[in-house]
Each structure stands twice: as C-alpha cells, then as structure tokens.
C-alpha cells in the first residue's frame, strides 16, 4: 500500500514552493507568503485542480473504454483512428464542443438554462472530491463521506429539471419530468441498500468501509443489496435500461435537446462523470475498493500507487458490466421503470437490510472470509 | 397538448410527421402528415418508357426495390401483352423473397433501435448487408437494382451464385436464432411489446391494413398464396399467421416470414441450378426502351401498331399487398401508372392502433408497423 | 455522279489517347497495404503536425489565431456529428455507414438526432418543397461552424425526381452546400469518402 | 362462374345504372356503372358480394372524361373486382366510399388532390401529399413536366 | 403455418433468465467481435479486395461476403473513345437525361465526333446507357467514389470519361447480348430524293447508296427532281441508332419490322 497521499502531496508542494519564493523576499513579505494560511488555502486549490484534471481526463478515458466496448458488442470496432486507437478521440469531441458557438433558443429562460448545465457538472464534480480513490488520495477523511457523496448524488433530478424546464422544449420537458421522477424512485432502493452495507461495516466513511472489507469483499454477504445497488445505480445514471429522460426513439434527446456546445459537453461529462461515481462507489462499496485479495502475489499489489491502479481497474471492469448490460437489454417504459422502483425494488432492498442485519446479529460473517480475499 | 414528432425524429424512419394528442403521457388523438417526400413518381413515369419506370421503382420503397420492380414488371407485362420466360418468373421469385429477407432485417434493425436495444441494430444491418452483396453480385447495385426489365429481367446469375447463396442462407438461419434470443429472450422486451397496439382482424379488413400487420390479427391472406403470380404456385411455403394482433405478434410473423423465405429460396436455387434457359422474352417491341434500340424523339416514329391493353397486378411486398395499374394507350410512355401502397393503407389507420397509449409506446409500435416513407409518398 | 463517302472514324487505339490529356488526377483504386499498427496511429500522427505548427505559431508570437486554430480545426475534422435524419433512399446507406461493417464511428461520426448538437447536415434524399423550410429551420438551429454533405444525387440536383412539381433541384437551393457527393445512392464507402473530403476542407479552413 | 353472380347480383340492385362487367386482367371483371348509383353499389359490393376489404382507390384522366376506380377484395373468393365509373371532366364528382369502407379515407384524399375528383361527403377532404393551398392537380394530362429552372444557389456567407 | 404463431418463451416468471439470455448472447457475439469484428477499414481496406469475396459464414467468423463477383458493381463510367461511333445510343437511352452529346477532336470539321458527358448530378447509374451501347465503348467501373467541392465538377467530359477508361479499372463483366432485334430501318422509295444524308451520317457507315434505273418520263408527265440514287442498308451491321432517320429530309426513313 502507497504511503502517499494526494493532499500531502500538494501540501509539499505548495510549501516548497512558497518557502523558495519566500527566501529571497524581503521582511515582511516573506512572513506572510511563508504563512501556514496561505499555505493552506494554496495547497487545496492545488488539490483540487489535480482531483479536476484527474477526474477529467478519467472520465473522457472512460467514454473513450465505452466506445471501445460498445463497439465491440456491435460487432465493429468503435473509435479508432483519432490517436492510438481513438483515444483522443474524445478530446477532439471536447474541443470542438468548446469551440462550438454558445446560444439560447429564443425563448429559453436564460438564468435557468445556463445554470442548470453548469450546476450539474459542478455538483457532479464535487462527488469526485469526496470519494477516496486509495488510502489518503481524498479531501480527508470525512466521517460521514458516504451520506455526503449521496447527497449531491441526488442534487442531480433538480437541476436537470431545471435546465429542461427553461429550455422550452416538449420534449425537454418530458425527459426532465420523467428524469425526475425516475431518480427520485431509485433515490430509495439506493439508500436502502447502502443501509446494508453501513450495517455490516458499522460505518459511514468510505476508507472505513473498505477497510472493514480486508477480509471479505461485501459482494458475498451482501448480494442481494449488491444487485439493487446496481439497479438503482443505472438509473441514477440514466443509462440502458433505464435511459428513459434520453429515449432516443420518442422524445429526441430527452431534456438536452435544445442544449449544444459547451453546455452539451457539460451534460455529457457529468453524465460519465456520475458513471464513473457509480462504479466507485460499487467497487468501495462492494468489491474491496483499493485493497486486493492475499493470495495476488505481492508483487503486484506493493508497487507505489498500486492501490490507485487496482481501484482504477475495479471501476473499468464494473463499468464494463454497465456497458454489457446497455449493449444487450432494451429500455423498459416510465410507468413499468416506475413500477419495479416502487413495488420490486424497494422490497427487495428492504430484505436485503434485514438479510444484513441477520448476518451481523448471527456473527456469521467470517464465512464470507473464503469468497475472494482473505487477507489478515 | 399536441406534440410534433417529425419530419426529423429519430421515430420515424422517414420524412413524415405524427401529430400526437397527449394527456401527460397518454395519447387521446393522432394525425399523421405525410407527403414530405411526395415526389411525383406516378406523374414522372408517365413520361418515360416502360423500361424507364423501372428505374422509378427502385426508388419508390428504398428498402424493397425488387418488390416494387417485380410489381410493376407482372402489371406492364399485362399491359403490353407479353410472356416471360420461366427461369426469368424463378429469377424474379429468388429476388423478391431475398428482398423480403433483406427488408425484414432492416425492419428489425430499426425496430429494435426504437425500444432502445442497440447492438441487435447493428446485426440486423451487418446481416442485411450479406444480402445486399448478393444483389450486387448479379445486379450491380446495393439497393437501386434496375435488373428486371418488361418481359424478364437483364441477366443470368454469374457463375458461384447459388453456393455463395446457400452459404448465406446457412448464416442469416443462425442468426435468427440469435435475434429471437436478444428479444425475445428478454423479459424487458416482452414488457414493452405484448398487448401493445392491439389492431384486431376487423379493424384490419375496415381500415384497408394487409400483409405482416394482418396476418399478427389471424387472418391467413397472403397474396402470393391466395393469388399466385410468378413461381410461386410451384413453390412450397408455409403463411405465417400469428393470434396476438399487437407488437410481439408482429415481431413472430416477420420472423416466421424470414424463415419461410430461406425455406423458399432454397427450393428456388435448386430449381436454378438445373433449368437452364433464356430469362428475356425474345420478341419484344422495340419501343420498350433500354437496352433496345430507343426511340429517341416522338418524331421517329412514324407508323405506330402498338397494341393497347391495360394492366393489373398484385404481390406481396414486405410490407403488405402492393398493386399496380398500368394503362397502356398505345404509345411507348404508359398512359398512367398508379400503384397502392401497403404501408399508405396501414399508416392511414394510425388513429387506431395509437390512441390509448403512452407516448413510449409509439416508437416499439410504429417500428412494428415497418414505414417506408418513399413508398407511402411515392 | 456520286456523293463523297462519308469520312472513316478513327477507330484504331492510341490516336486518341495522345490526342486528349488527363483533366484533374483520379484518385487510385489500389492502395497500399497499411500495417494495422499504422492505421490506428495515423490520425495521431496528423496531430503532431497541428501540435509543431500552434507550438511554432507561439514561439513566433504570430498572435493566438495562429496558435489555436491548427489544433481546433483538428479537434473539429475528427468529431464531426451529423444529424441524425433520413430523407430517402440515401438515408437507408446513411444507415449502413453506421452500420457493423463501414462503421463511421472509427472517424468520430456519431449522428445525433438534435440539431443543437450536431456538426454535419447530410441531406441524404430528396428534398420537396413541402419539407424545404423545415430543412432550413433545421439547419439554423445547428450552431456554428456547421457544414452541409449533399448526399446522392436528389440533394445534389433533384436526381431523376428533378422534373417533378414537388421535388427542390437540389438542395444547394436552400443552404450552402460544401460537398456534393455522387451517387444512386452512393455507397457507404462514398459517404465516408464524402466525409473525409469535407474533413480536408476543415483543415484548411481559416476563419 | 362467380363473375355472373356478381354481375346478377349488382343488377338486381342496381338496375339500369349497371353498365356491364367487362373481363379484367388477374381480377373477376371490371364492373362498370352510373356514378350516382355509388353507394348501393359499395353496400351491395360489400355487404351481399363480400367485399370486404378494399385495396385501392385511383382516378384517370381520359381528357374527354374522367374515371374512377376502386379495387376490392373478397377473402371468400379470393378475388378481386374493379368498380369503374366515368364522370364528367367538369366537375367530377362522386359519392365518398369512406362510410363503407373506411379505408378509403387516404386513397380519396390522394385521388381529390392529384386528379381533382370530389368526393361527396367525405370526412376528411384535406391535402395528403401536397402542402395545404397547393392549387394545381399534377395527375392531369393538361399538367406538364419541364426541366427545373436554374435558382441561385447559396454560398456560404463568411 | 397451421398453428397461429404466439410467443411462447415467456420468461418473466423464470427471474434467473430475465436479463441472462440476451447478456450471454451479446457476449458471445462480442467474444466473436474480439477476434474477428466485421468492420472493413474502409479507407485502408477495400471491399473490392479479393481476400472479401470468400469470407461468409461462421467458418471464418467475419460475415463479409461480397459474393462471386464485385467487378459488376455500376459506378463511375469509363469511355473509350477511339472505338464511340457517336451514335447517340447512350444518350437516347438515358431515363434521367443526363448524357449530352459533346463535340471532341478527332472528327472531320463538317461532321464533328460527338461523344458522350455524363452529368453525376444527374445520373442514376441504371446502366441503361451501357447495355444500349452497341460498341461497348461505355462501360461502368467499380469506382464509386465521387465527391466533389462544387457541382460543376460532376459533369464529366468525355475526356474525363477517357481517362477513367486509361486507369483500366475492372468494367461490369456481365454484358447483355443485344437481342436479335426484329425491327430495321425501312425505305419508303417513292419519298426519297437520293440526297445522301443517311449514308453520310450514318455512324457505322452501312448505308451505302446504289443508283437505281431513272425511269422513263411518261408523255405529259414530269420527273420528280431527284438523284436517282437509294439507300440500302446493310441490316447485320446497322446498330439500330436512327440518325438516318433524324436526318431525312423527306421523312422516307421509318421503322419496320421483318416478318
């Protein structure tokens, strides 16, 4: 396990940085530039433009995983000729998409259909920061990070109602209606099967949860939550089958119809941005986060940022899963996505809490310990 | 409130506009708009000669040219009183039925696109493609053939034809298996097809609906059995005929179409393989166009004997039962040409197959009627 | 007395062929065998290229013009989206660009069905009066820089349909168009082909 | 043998306007009558004949006249039967089918606006395939084609 | 079909199958794709590659299958210039009229050589004009190719046409045999006033004109003012274009059939 941490990285950083500059000021300058203050208010914007270029070039890598994937579930071969194997073929997406001419359909609110892209990506952003990637590489470690991260998970419906509202479209309209009522359904099941897995762990922060999961990854004990996570995943994230805001075939493209250039770019980041959020929080949650199973030689496991790369290869892998699913079942309809929310899955989280509870009041955990990583 | 959904809308396959009626996500009225692709082919054709207006057809219905060839060819031959050949009636068989094959695919491949499965898209094209190789291997073209030709069609098939075929027919009897796995096999697909635009067998014969769409109602009418032209009296097939009346029974009929082309085709190649013989009727007037001598100007000819007659035919297009009437007045442009539409009729009874369902249900149920906006228009 | 023979026709080979010299050059059907490798790095390669000129334009201090126009006209040549519609026939080869076996998005096509976020305005078919405003109502809401592909012979100039009372003799008529691709319809390969002449012309746009 | 039965049957309904039934190409005859005799003869086509389902709906342009037609077909049978009727070439017009066969509403919409025939009582009489307050009727011989005239194309404005 | 279809593979009550049957369906296929994905890397593979004429079928993974033969594929034109006899076939035979007749060096100055330009804007590739040429001097290639910055630069001269031809790219190789045509040109003597037009612009030089006996004048009856002098036409080497017939002045050309 890396001993390195993200903020202390760009703490050192800074510090170094202002010290250097600070030496060869006069009196009372360097005082104030060598101040811990400064220090500090510097070392988190530095913090937080790395977690920005991370996230960033994560996500525009992941749309690019996606094409690839796709396409080979299409029997084609997806992007391939902008780079090394189109790998920079998103980055000319978002180029172009930023020198694309900005504008307002005539009608538009102004106020609502400017702020209603910028906020989600935003708040999409924020998710980012607060989610460990290893031990160390996030904000610090906040006792309750998990509430936190779901809570601006759920911002989302509202401002992708809002943009859908003031862009004066039907059609945006419609998708942003069903897109709200759609995330608001799943909202619960979600929550439920967190629940299961804060019960099991006995603990609100991530880096806790996945240190509870040294010795058994919560995919075992805990599959029934497990697969409502996912479900109720895939519709927070909008994707096949629950793509329904998007319906491509009725309503044309849900409620970013009337939005192009950057603030298309914005809804499609954020889009890939909540998916890679949502394969984090299923490989913290579930699959082990950053740790890895004692039998993988440790070869493979004690290299530096080794636990960044095995995350990074979790999420790719669940986000995987997500594309398999979208590459082979259609969309299922509002009122029936609606239905299994409230009638199917609701129930079946609520069982996988008790089936939770049970385990732990029955201490029969330490069975799970033969599934994939018995570690001490 | 009334929502637009057209000319450019990912649900209509075409250029044409469904005004929907909604009450939040509940469609109370409909009324399609048609015409935007309105290009005077019956008006056009009476301008040019009879071979020329199979270049007309092609474009007519894009997705089944060999249909709307074959269609007007069977009427034209009426009217002008000539006989094909009878390896040129099994040559225009072999392409019909692989039309048919070809069409249903590209119906598949868009209709499961409207209920969001996006890779079976992709098989469908890639498969119809196969097909539409062989096409251009004896035709010349992909999609706008131009092989048949009053009184038989352009040419023999090249040599190979009919293995490469069979080979083709081996892998698309795979495949079919694979669509059925991919949709049927998926309980979200069931959800969002069965008991959806229900059009029961009355509605059908009062509103003028054929082909797939009546047959999913139960009512056996297919016009190649009922009335058959070319070879198909020789031929043995079965008529896909399903109960449901709704998407699902579509889906079953087409599907069970496809197989029974194979099964056709396959009876059609042998029959190929060992009759050979001349596929152009060999006395034909010369003023019937390429790749005769033309006529050129009105004023080369001089002495006119043409017969006159009329013609009328019918055939089972892919989408439906297609006519065509053909007035020959004795000239070497026909006087008119008018032709029914399948997918006309089937649209024009839109208001009821929509009305009472959700405004999701509108792509999986106009996929499963299966537009072509070029023939509708004309 | 008798008229003077009509004079022969040249008919023997080479006469001619020396006679008439080759107008513009065609572009060869052979081509050379790629090494995969080569094929999947060969847009990159063009990269590098755009990245030394706006390098060189910042050294040079020729003004941010220079310096960001390689690299967005790069960006814009390889992330071209067209709008996802079908007029007619051509619109069904349109289809089978995207289809498993040309497969267009290995060029970073991707049809969108919102004019907003497209690009491209391939006008694959025929275009009648009756749709013509709805054409150029969508061709405003595309925002700039935006480009028109005629497709096939209908967009070009009517086609065969281009006596009819209906039918727009093509539809550089109505908007601009930058290029005309031949073709009854043209195939897929021809469209692709279509798309990479338009994404010279991106390269060399200056604005 | 059906073709009498037909022609017999018509007649006993229809009378005087009953103009004959004439062989037809790939059908049972086409059945020639009075256009005022219309609708009896759709409700008796229909209703005794079994006609049940009707194809198509067309009109011709003959200069001199115009004619009618409408194809049925009979599931029974399993033939079809063309109604044929001539109508002045000022003023054509005819009683509408669509009230006894539905699916006649399009095919009339086409016919009206490509050959300019009335159709009485129709529900729905708009334009189809033309835009609304298109004037002209393309199908008529007295409307000719030509050679689209040279418009200006647009250039890109920079 | 004796049973009406209906769909028996209800799965909703088996909650194991739900999703698995198309997910392992789509995974085949994409375990397939890995190996053998069924793109042609169009700009830097072709499908007129021989290597795609065989590969169909689950032997060899890649459904991509041309089928026997490419070459018939209708595309750009080529012309062979030297062997048109300027005959008007193909242009007469156009339905899109598309095809004008162009004047090209080579020809006398009183009868210029004309050959075909094919406007692409407006061609529909039915290959009508091919199969009506009697030189087979037009032909389709399988270029398809053809896109252009402006439309002026689709209408290609028969110099561009030539050239196409000099790049010998594979022609359709299914030509139609002209049928035994049963029609030829017919004289109607009494008209014709031996002027000589026919046989001067006739383009495969089969009419030549043979002098007839002048007759004797009746008593109070005039000669018609002629040259005694009548076409005949050589019937096997006739292409059956009409030009003799468009260039009569007196209308004596028409038409007939052999019986």
Known sequence: MSSLSLYGVSFDLVHLLLTSIGSVLPYPLDAWITNGTLVLVLSVLVFAAILLAASMINTIVLIWWERKLLGRFMDRRGAMHVGYAGLLQNFADGLKLFRKHTFKPAEADTLGFFSGPTAYMVTSMILFGVLPISTGWNSGSLPLSLLLALAIFSFAPLFIFVSAWSSNNKYSLMGGMRSAAQMIAYEVPLLLAVVAVVIVSGSFDLTTIVTEQQNYWFWGPLFLALVVFVAGMLAEMERIPFDLPEAEAELVEGWNTEYGGMLFAFFMLADYLRGLVGSFLVVLLFLGGWTMPSWVPGALTNFPLAGIFWFLVKTYLVFGLFVWIRASLPRVRTDQLLRVGWNRMIPLSLAAVFLAAALVTVKCLPVFGCLPSPGV | MWINMGPQHPMTHGLWNLRVKIDGELITDCDPEMGYLHRGIEKISEDRHYNEVITLMDRTCYVAGFAWEHLYVLAAEEALHIQPPERAEYLRTLCEEFQRIGSHLMWYAAFVQDIGLMSPFLYGMRDRDLVLDLFQSYTGARMTYEYMRVGGVRNDLPPGFTGHARKVLDWLSDRFVEYDRLCLGSDIFRKRCDGLGVLSAADCVATGVTGPMLRSAGVKRDVRRDRPYAAYPQLDFDVAVADGADVTARYLVRMEEMRQSVRLLRQVLDWLDHHPGPVLADRLPRWLGAPYAPVGKEEYVLKRNYPKGVGFSSIEEPHGEAQAYVVNEGSEHPYRVKFRSPVFANLSATRHYLVGYRVADIPPIMGSVDICVGEVDR | MSAPPAPPMPRTAGSAAEAYRLEGELPMVEQPAVPFVEIETVRAREFIPAAKEAFGALIAEQGQAKLIRPTFNWAGRNSLFPLHWGLACCAIEFASAFSARWDSERFGIVPRSSPRQCDLMIVNGTVTWKVAHKLITLYEQMPEPKWVIAMGNCATGGGPFRTAYSVVPGVDKLVPVDVYIAGCPPRPEAMIDGILRLEELIRERRE | ?158 | MTEPLTATEKTSDNPILWVAKPMVTAARQFARSLLHPSTVVYPFERLEDPKFRTEVGIESGKPIGVGPIWDNYRGVHALNIDTCISCNLCAFSCPDLCIDMVTVPGGDPKHPKKCPQIDYGKCSYCGFCSDACPEGCLSMTTRYELSVHSRREMVFPPEKLFGIYQQKLPMNPIRVERPANEDRIVLEPPLCIGCNACSRDCPTNCITMMEIPKPEAKPGEKLPKRIWKEPVINDSDCVRCGTCISVCPKECLFWGSRK
Request: proline content about 6%; hydrophobic content about 40%.
């Open chain 4, 1 to 158: 043998m059906q073709s009498d039965d037909v022609a017999r049957t018509v007649a006993a309904q229809i009378g005087e306007r009953f103009l004959g039934l004439e062989p037809f190409p790939r059908t049972a005859g086409r059945l020639r009558f009075r256009s005022e005799a219309a609708l009896p003869l759709f409700h008796t086509v229909k209703e005794q004949l079994g006609f049940h389902h009707l194809s198509m709906v067309g009109g011709i342009d003959w200069v001199t006249h115009r004619e009618v037609f409408y194809v049925v077909w009979s599931d029974d049978r399993r033939q079809y039967l063309l109604l044929s009727a001539d109508l002045p070439a000022a003023a054509p017009h005819i009683e509408s089918a669509a009230s006894v066969w539905p699916a006649a509403n399009w095919h009339e919409r086409e016919t009206w606006e490509l050959v300019d025939i009335q159709f009485d009582h129709h529900p729905d009489l708009r334009h189809l395939l033309l835009p609304d307050g298109y004037e002209a009727h393309p199908l008529l011989r007295s409307f000719q084609l030509h050679e689209p005239e040279e418009l200006e194309v647009k250039q890109r404005s920079v």
